[in-house]
């Protein structure tokens, strides 16, 4: 398991665990993550991320979403106020994607 928390940015290169979740404040996640859990939560700041996997993958945030791939059994995205751009995702059912501005997928 690992849990990250920040009151900035966080950057990642490439993160594995079974559990893999990342809190920040007021900045920027970026990076990749997989495990059977990847949980991002940005209280004020952006998520842009390469790449997600996982048996669940959810974030949250008010700001914008960006994620270049999502592989995950159940994807849950959420952004509050902003627009969310993903490249490809593969979720199962009870996959959901909601946004405050546009979804691209």
């Given at each position: 398991s690992?849990?990250?928390?920040?009151?900035e940015n966080?950057?990642?290169?490439s993160?594995?665990g079974?559990?893999?979740?990342?809190?920040?404040?007021?900045g920027?996640?970026?990076g990749?993550a997989s495990?059977?859990?990847?949980?991002?939560?940005s209280?004020s700041?952006?998520i842009?991320?390469k790449r997600l996997?996982?048996?669940?993958?959810?974030?949250?945030?008010?700001?914008?979403?960006?994620v270049?791939?999502?592989y995950?059994d159940?994807?849950?995205?959420?952004?509050s106020?902003g627009s969310?751009?993903?490249g490809?995702?593969?979720?199962?059912?009870?996959?959901?994607?909601?946004?405050?501005?546009?979804i691209?997928?």
């Amino acid at each position: 398991s690992l849990d990250i928390t920040a009151s900035e940015n966080v950057s990642l290169g490439s993160v594995r665990g079974t559990s893999v979740g990342i809190r920040c404040e007021n900045g920027e996640i970026t990076g990749s993550a997989s495990g059977v859990k990847v949980d991002l939560h940005s209280e004020s700041g952006t998520i842009d991320m390469k790449r997600l996997m996982g048996n669940l993958v959810r974030i949250r945030t008010l700001e914008e979403v960006s994620v270049g791939s999502i592989y995950g059994d159940t994807v849950d995205v959420k952004s509050s106020r902003g627009s969310v751009v993903i490249g490809s995702v593969r979720g199962e059912a009870g996959s959901r994607v909601d946004a405050g501005g546009n979804i691209q997928i």
